[in-house]
């Protein structure tokens, strides 16, 4: 299994900077944005694809530093009710995997997009409860929008032989395993999860049982390694659904935290030998977005602890049991 970084936080240094870095801390793969949210600080889409020159010469930086890209990341709502939004989304997600295919990445990261609740609404509606019931018939609605999209990127994606991992996220259609496996059900095997286990904590959803029900389906194609701390004096008074800034850290109920800030090292094993029962023993791509500490102090901290996670070898046969 390997570590790796998803790049926007080192997004002032170029990519001729970040790898020797990442290759002193003990990193073996990157997830860098080509696109949407993450941005392409560190792989502008525009210049790589269709560009055999290009890609060698980004081949050749990657193998110098025995580095490797995990996926290609591009996060935004190809389902926006605003159509010229929607169609620069869907067109960034087209281009990150044909370039993938190119760069024979096996992935790509991004969002499930987020309908409006009806034809005639003009912004994205994320629907949490099924009563009144127009909010049930609005739910409906997005279904039919989403199966639609995503079957089309589906077929899209197996003539590329790329898969796409769509993270799992608040004000988006897929924010929690069972929407994920349903969309995979409906639309194809090349659509499945980019694994982020924190945007599920604050949900009250047990890491572990999460990945157990999704690698039963072969439905985690990459993981975040990304932490989550719930904090209880907030919660107890407003829940957990919470829309006070990101920068007011005080009174949050939660906040995205550097990995092992939120839950110990014991339980970032347990995730990992989980993972592992389920069949993944891929890249373990760290997104830092704590913002109670710097990002490079963050990686760090991340990376030491996933280093003594991380299972480096395959397992031997089971010699006991002879």
Not at 132 to 146: K, N, S
Not at 212 to 223: F, K, M, S, T
Not at 294 to 310: F, N, P, Q, T
Request: charged content about 30%; overall charge negative; proline content about 6%.
């Amino acid at each position: 299994m390997d570590i790796g970084v998803h790049t926007p936080p080192l997004a002032d240094e170029p990519l001729e900077s970040a790898l020797p870095y990442l290759d002193e801390q003990g990193v073996s793969a990157i997830e860098p944005g080509v696109g949407g949210h993450p941005g392409q600080d560190h792989l502008v889409r525009s210049e790589y694809l269709d560009d055999e020159s290009e890609q060698a010469e980004l081949r050749d930086l990657l193998d110098e530093y025995d580095m490797h890209i995990s996926a290609l990341a591009t996060h935004n709502n190809p389902l926006h009710p605003d159509e010229e939004r929607a169609t620069r989304s869907d067109t960034e997600l087209r281009e990150a995997i044909r370039l993938a295919a190119q760069l024979e990445v096996d992935a790509v990261t991004c969002f499930s997009g987020l309908p409006a609740g009806s034809p005639d609404d003009e912004v994205p509606n994320w629907i949490t409860a099924p009563w009144p019931p127009e909010h049930d018939e609005a739910l409906d609605y997005q279904w039919e929008r989403a199966i639609e999209y995503w079957s089309e990127i589906a077929d899209y994606a197996d003539d590329h032989e790329v898969d796409v991992a769509i993270e799992m996220h608040p004000n988006m259609l897929i924010y929690e395993p069972h929407g994920m496996a349903r969309l995979r059900e409906e639309t194809g095997k090349r659509i499945g999860s980019n694994f982020d286990p924190s945007h599920l904590y604050w949900q009250g959803i047990t890491i572990t049982d999460a990945i157990r029900y999704l690698g039963e389906r072969d439905a985690i194609h990459h993981v975040h390694a990304k932490d989550t701390m719930i904090y209880e004096a907030q919660s107890r008074e407003k829940g957990v659904l919470d829309t006070t800034s990101y920068q007011d850290e005080p009174n949050r109920s939660w906040l995205f935290r550097t990995v092992g800030y939120g839950h110990d090292e014991s339980h970032w094993k347990d995730i990992v030998s989980t993972l592992r029962m389920v069949g993944y023993d891929g890249t373990m791509s760290i997104e830092h977005e704590d913002s109670l500490t710097s990002s490079c102090e963050g990686l760090e901290k991340a990376i030491d602890l996933l280093e003594r996670a991380v299972f480096e070898t395959r397992p031997d046969e089971a010699y006991w049991t002879d």
